[in-house]
T-cell receptor
Framework: GAVVSQHPSWVICKSGTSVKIECRSL??????MFWYRQFPKQSLMLMAT?????????EQGVEKDKFLINHASLTLSTLTVTSAHPEDSSFYIC????????????FGPGTRLTVT | QKEVEQDPGPLSVPEGAIVSLNCTYS??????FMWYRQYSRKGPELLMY????GNKEDGRFTAQVDKSSKYISLFIRDSQPSDSATYLC????????????FGKGTMLLVSP
């Protein structure tokens, strides 16, 4: 299967600071990338969908000014959590989808964010 | 009522057992069904993908879809300790957008 990487795998930051998470498709071109968050023992909740070169589409209830998504190239998308608060602590997972391979999303290993 | 229901488990079985994992859904527009395996603190890994009612087999895994009952299953034959993970069902409608709706996941524990 296709490989997606995320960096960092774990980050701890202080309340009020911003954190950037990178998502890269290593061996395919991801025309669409998705960002999810997952709380312990909970399912993946889609935050936003981004297409390369376009603005991201955010799910209802997700603050687009707080969670900034940039899909600058076919292999890189970034999620920036601005002015992080302890309630933003979660497991953030990205996935990529190749053009023409609809519904086959390949997930990154996730980034654990802890806000103190 | 949530769109996708999945028993969180844990489901504990001995090595070699046949495992049955299930999800029910309420949205009749769902047409595409996936099963993912997620190890602790890792991202989900796509196991099976199907879009029609009936069975689809891949090695020790069989995915079954019953659209009339809005019920999908994943069977694992000859289960191994390495199969211990959380299994997530996911589904999507045919809207042209590939957003997935996930179940909560079932934790499976296979003991040697």
């Amino acid at each position: 299967g296709a490989v997606v990487s995320q960096h960092p795998s774990w980050v701890i930051c202080k309340s009020g600071t911003s954190v950037k998470i990178e998502c890269r498709s290593l061996d395919f071109q991801a025309t669409t990338m998705f960002w999810y968050r997952q709380f312990p023992k909970q399912s993946l909740m889609l935050m936003a969908t981004s297409n390369e070169g376009s603005k991201a589409t955010y799910e209802q209830g997700v603050e687009k000014d707080k969670f900034l998504i940039n899909h600058a190239s076919l292999t890189l998308s970034t999620l920036t959590v601005t002015s992080a608060h302890p309630e933003d602590s979660s497991f953030y997972i990205c996935s990529g989808e190749e053009e023409g391979a609809t519904y086959e999303q390949y997930f990154g290993p996730g980034t654990r964010l802890t806000v103190t | 009522q949530k769109e996708v229901e999945q028993d969180p488990g844990p489901l504990s079985v001995p090595e070699g057992a046949i495992v049955s994992l299930n999800c029910t859904y309420s949205n009749s527009a769902f047409q595409y069904f996936m099963w993912y395996r997620q190890y602790s603190r890792k991202g989900p890994e796509l196991l099976m993908y199907t879009y029609s009612s009936g069975n689809k087999e891949d090695g020790r895994f069989t995915a079954q879809v019953d659209k009339s009952s809005k019920y999908i299953s994943l069977f694992i034959r000859d289960s191994q300790p390495s199969d211990s993970a959380t299994y997530l069902c996911a589904m999507s409608d045919y809207s042209g957008y590939s957003t997935l709706t996930f179940g909560k996941g079932t934790m499976l524990l296979v003991s040697p």
